[in-house]
């Protein structure tokens, strides 16, 4: 998994890592899988 924008925390990292394992399994095996995810940016 790679990011435009490192997520804010180890949590958010681990749960949007577990959303796309997740979203992989469902779409069967050898299926590339990418996903965009939300940028939170700080002012």
């Not at 997520?7 to 965009?36: C, F, H, I």
Request: hydrophobic share 40%.
């Amino acid at each position: 998994m790679t990011f435009l924008d490192p997520p804010v925390s180890g949590e958010r990292l681990v749960a949007l890592a577990d959303r796309v394992m997740y979203s992989a399994k469902r779409n069967g095996r050898n299926t590339p899988l990418g996903e965009q995810a939300e940028v939170a940016h700080s002012a």
